[in-house]
């Protein structure tokens, strides 16, 4: 499956999108967390600031949210992992809502009480978790559900590499290519989980050869790219749509950033990011098109400042917001 | 026309989810052995047949990945289901259950509707071991976002399941093996009964009175209902008048009933067959204790429960650990014979 | 690796003794369960009799257990299922004490608190859970624990087909795989998992065939046979106890009895069963030893009986021994 | 000679490791990033580096195969500790810890000593949200077979974690991640302290009382410990002279020496950060319950913990449901004004 101009351009658009709130999250987030306005001596405070608690950026894994969220509709299923936002963005989650959830506000996706690893979006049909594993189970739900109703509906499971060791992808995975699921999971492999590198984790060197296990298709994409991401996940989700059951993609992509905000990294060797950024996706993309003649200069200059107005937006809206009232606490526990 | 017949706990419940699933399509099931088998405690025997197997869905020993596969169908629209074979086995499948099934809704601001029942057979007696004769359910409520339902007997069954199913909330479906009336275990006569045809629903939180009394009330659930009843009738050729109360629901938990009834009687024992310790006889203790500027206490409280101790196999042993109908009468005399102290007047 | 004679005499006293085993417990465990002395309207009543609760037997799978544990010492490890009598007696674990458990005695392996599923000896490192897919994490540790002694010890975790869905499983192949721990994965495929065949719970035929998904051998016993597994199971031992990690063997084997007894078996085609029987594994191995010259009439006549002398000596003395105080419930929840 | 510097407790609990690790071999840590990382709390910092990384050992994200692992090697001589990163990621490895760590022992007649440290984080107060910020230790202390630690500053948590390395039993050591005095989150100074050089022990079920007091006892534990103190000068300042009992294990509970402050006091608060219901919290009140005949309460008990609802994002949210100082302050008070009903000589 080709990439259509429209659409390379609508993936040039959100990865734009996705970098710049990231890096403006990886900045808001710094916001009163740092001396001198926090307890002596800590070197930085994780609780502080208008974006508290733990913050997973996915800037340098745009492809792989892009790429597959394409193909997608908003009936379509998409559960992700706690580091979100990449697919959310993709995924067409209202970016003012979303945002305003990180900032705990009470106009957020879910009123302040979920969080950044917490995003539902049952109109589009995007969740996500902050347990590692934990996507794929829902997922096959989605999927089943899409079946037993009648609807060429699908599903879509991101995980990171550091999952694929999780139980309960081994379990989602024999369920779904048992049932024949319209699912399709996407193993995000960033090279890192959280200090453990893959090879420390992983017993054999692609995830995707675990397909054969369960007797499914197992794709490998082996670079950072979201044209390449488009067709592996264009295969798939035709396949899921027929009723031909799931497949298994694994996607090598780059993590720019920490694990989380404020991680330290000391595992990391010290020039890796460098190199990382060196091969990034969105100047690659930017590249081609121009090189293809899809998009001048004007445009690309159109493209960037709307995909930046956006989050600029979604973030002054947040910073607008109201807290929610303390005793909302006590609401929402059951439907 | 109401028609009643004699219903075990068993066949109550496989009604219930019959009934409902014929009301409504998107209704089905999923576990182990729940097809042909029909539910190794035939809580849905006979469905297979009637529904088929796109309804009444075997799965592989994947606990995880279907009861995920619940929460995932029922965003998407469905009211799945969902059978864990024994509670005990809860370890292997948790985080689905906990940090997915029961918080989804809050976490999404009460946007997200989550319809799933999970049943689950619970209890001992039967020299089932540690692995397969736990009951757990205070280890349940203890965490938000489940309604938490152990009936009694058939009829309350039939009302709570169907409840239960028509809920927009998860719900964990707890029943006793002891009393679903198995023609291959032991079970406390009381425990089927007469059940209405139609279908019907029992409102989660209000606990029942299924015996009256003056002189101290037994506040129970599950199995033990039936053993407190029958422990109730022994104390009342002793002279002594136990009023029985049934939680049935421990989220939402009727706390209102047992105040009131403890505000009648001024004495409490508790009997449950879950573990003593940071369980439900301390949260219904402490319901009490926190409330004795309006009730009077006559005697200290009394816990009957599993004394902290993995559940043995050996026959002697199980009965020990396990509250019987013979702990349930010394308890309630210790009670009528110790008093609560004066110095609190001091 | 080829079965010596001795190896071969020693799998065929050992399937005896196993067989005798478990018909002699499928008929003392109906001792008190039936009508009349049981309560009325029941037709089987599993909490009576002097062997109550559940009782999983092993009868046409004594192949498996003998075939592998003829490879090993007391030092190895050896943790088993929920039916785990054929693998215990394989082991070496005494009989007199295993029995006793299961009666409830207070001379039982676990002084009567364990019962039939939960049978421990620590002197032969023998261990069984009543959860499915629990096998294969301690036999991790087991293997873990000689690598850091410096010892060739190896663990052997077995399970069955319908586990091998689980995610422990998952898991355990996959720590061992990239850890390279001394750890024998047996799959014992009876083809049931109480009444769900194994398609329609496995996405594929072998589970053997998951052992690539590790990177670790994956060994097909295609036959109900010791000698088969004798020799898949030391070519995987023996790795083992090289240093060279882990194997995943799968073995068909067949079972004979219900899932559990008192199983009324709906699910089970009528002629299955006696259709297994005319493969039996240990008439097949007394026919191959006779004409082989390896054992005569007398020998077998003498190997048998003494068998099922054992036997009936384990069952008298389970009988013989008392019951534990009630009190002693409240002993040992902590050594 | 005993010296002493100041230590966070994470450097306590590192020190504590690194030291038994040094005298005994058979000592090891596994968990996910505890060897460069040091631990993402920083429990195991710098011991990777000491004792290199076949005994300072990061595992895949499997904790369902590393902690049966630890089973596994404790079964063979071994003495593993390992670490669940969150104790809200219990639910994925939960069968392994309670159904076969917990329960081996007891099944096997107490033949089988399983000597493994499970050490974990726990708490909120940062905004890390529902699945990563309860304390869950009534979960662990419900069911039997764990000892359960939740140490509330550097001093105890030193010893506290040698006596659990050494004990041949299953120790569940939960740290609550605001005390543990890291370079990145806020944390209660009272947790750090002076900690000697030398390894020693604490005894498990032990409580102890960080403050003397007359006027009500505030039972108490981990970070809510350091809360209860600062409420405590807060109340002194208001007249009332708060005891607080500082619980270090739930299993095994001091149970006397709740009975014997409330004995002296007459009023009973209960501070707790885990949820409400079902938990510890009724556990204390149950066993003053259990005891008014020789307790006497002059108030009805109250309880703090988490109102059932999953610990929420936002600060005002969380800063709800999770007690605080002023809380504490106020329930005091209350209970100060309130007195139990004489009704109870009726
Ligand atoms: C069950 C569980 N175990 C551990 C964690 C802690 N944790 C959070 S992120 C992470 C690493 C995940 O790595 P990977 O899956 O590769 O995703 P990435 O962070 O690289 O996007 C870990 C171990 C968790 N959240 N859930
Ligand atoms: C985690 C868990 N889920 C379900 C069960 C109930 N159960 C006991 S045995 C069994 C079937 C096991 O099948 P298999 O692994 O093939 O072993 P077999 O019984 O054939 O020996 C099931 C589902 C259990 N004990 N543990
Ligand atoms: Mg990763
Ligand atoms: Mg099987």
């Known amino acids: ?335 | 026309m109401n028609s009643t017949r004699k219903l075990t706990m068993a066949q109550a419940i496989s009604e219930a989810i019959g009934q409902e699933m014929e009301r409504d399509p998107t209704v089905f099931v999923m576990g182990e052995d729940i097809g042909k088998y029909g539910g190794i405690f035939g809580a849905t025997g006979g469905l297979l047949d009637r529904f088929g197997p796109d309804r009444i869905m075997d799965t592989p020993i994947s606990e995880t990945a279907f009861i995920g596969t619940a929460t995932g169908a029922a965003a998407a629209g469905m009211r799945p289901i969902a059978e864990l074979m024994f509670v005990d086995f809860f370890g292997v499948c948790m985080d689905q259950i906990y940090n997915h099934l029961a918080k989804n809704t809050y976490m999404a601001g009460g946007n997200l509707k989550l319809p799933v029942v999970l049943t689950t057979a619970i209890g001992g007696g039967y020299n089932d071991a540690a692995q397969h004769s736990q009951c757990l359910y205070a280890t349940f409520a203890h965490m938000p976002g489940l309604k938490v339902v152990v009936p009694s007997n058939a009829y309350d069954a039939k009302g709570l399941m169907i409840q239960a199913i028509r809920d927009d909330n998860p719900v964990m479906f707890m029943y006793h093996k002891g009393i679903m009336g198995l023609p291959w275990m032991a079970y406390y006569e009381g425990s089927s009964g007469e059940v209405p045809e139609e279908a019907y629903t029992i409102p989660f939180g209000e606990a029942k009175v299924v015996r009256p009394g003056s002189d101290l009330t037994i506040v129970t659930l599950s199995q033990m209902v039936q053993k407190s009843l029958l422990a109730a009738d022994e104390l009342a050729k002793q002279g002594v008048n136990a009023e029985v109360l049934d939680l049935r629901t421990l989220v939402p938990l009727d706390r209102a009933a047992v105040l009131k009834s403890v505000a009648k009687t001024g004495r409490l024992l508790i009997a449950d067959e879950d573990y003593l310790g940071f369980g439900l006889t301390g949260e219904i203790a402490a319901i009490v204790a926190e409330n004795l500027d309006t009730v009077a206490l006559k005697s200290p409280i009394k816990r009957l429960a599993v004394p902290n101790v993995p559940i043995p196999y050996s026959r002697p042993l199980e009965q020990f650990v396990i509250p019987q109908i013979s702990h349930i009468v010394d308890a309630a005399q210790q009670i009528m014979k110790t008093r609560v102290t004066e110095g609190a007047y001091a």
């Open chain 1, 1 to 335: 499956m080709k990439a259509s101009k429209e659409t390379l351009l609508w993936m040039y658009e959100k990865m734009q999108e996705i970098r710049h709130y990231e890096e403006t999250m990886a900045q808001v987030y710094l916001e009163g967390k740092l001396p001198p306005n926090i307890q002596k001596g800590l070197a930085f405070d994780i609780g502080s600031g208008p974006v508290p608690g733990e913050m997973h950026l996915a800037a340098g894994q745009e492809p792989v949210a892009v790429g597959v969220c394409a193909h997608l509709t908003d009936h379509d299923t998409v559960v992700g992992t706690h580091r979100p936002h990449h697919f959310a963005i993709a995924k067409g989650v209202p970016l003012d809502a979303m945002t305003a959830e990180m900032f705990g506000k009470v106009t957020g996706l879910g009123k302040g009480k979920g969080g950044h690893m917490h995003l539902f979006d049952p109109q589009r049909n995007f969740s996500c978790s902050g347990i590692i594993g934990a996507s794929l189970p829902p997922a096959c739900g989605a999927g089943l559900a899409a079946k037993k109703l009648g609807k060429d509906w699908v599903a879509v499971a991101f995980f990171g590499e550091g999952a694929a060791n999780q139980g309960s992808v081994h379990e989602s995975l024999n369920l779904a290519a048992l049932w024949q699921l319209p699912v399709i999971f996407i193993c995000e492999d960033n090279k890192w989980a959280i200090s453990v590198p893959k090879d420390k984790a992983t017993s054999i060197e692609w995830v995707a050869d675990r397909a054969s296990a369960y007797g499914m298709p197992g794709i490998k994409v082996e670079h950072n790219d979201p044209v390449a991401v488009y067709e592996a996940a264009g295969t798939a989700v035709e396949r899921a749509r027929r009723g031909d059951g799931p497949s298994l993609i694994e996607v090598k992509t780059d993590r720019y950033l920490g694990h989380f905000q404020g991680d330290p990294e000391v595992y990391r060797p010290k020039d890796e990011v460098a190199n990382l950024r060196k091969n990034d996706p969105i100047l690659r993309l930017a590249a081609q098109l121009r090189d293809a003649g899809q998009m001048n200069e004007a445009e690309d200059a159109a493209i960037t400042a709307r995909a930046r107005q956006r989050v600029e937006d979604a973030f002054a809206y947040a910073r607008a917001s109201a807290y929610p009232e303390p005793r909302d606490a006590l609401q929402h526990v059951f439907a």
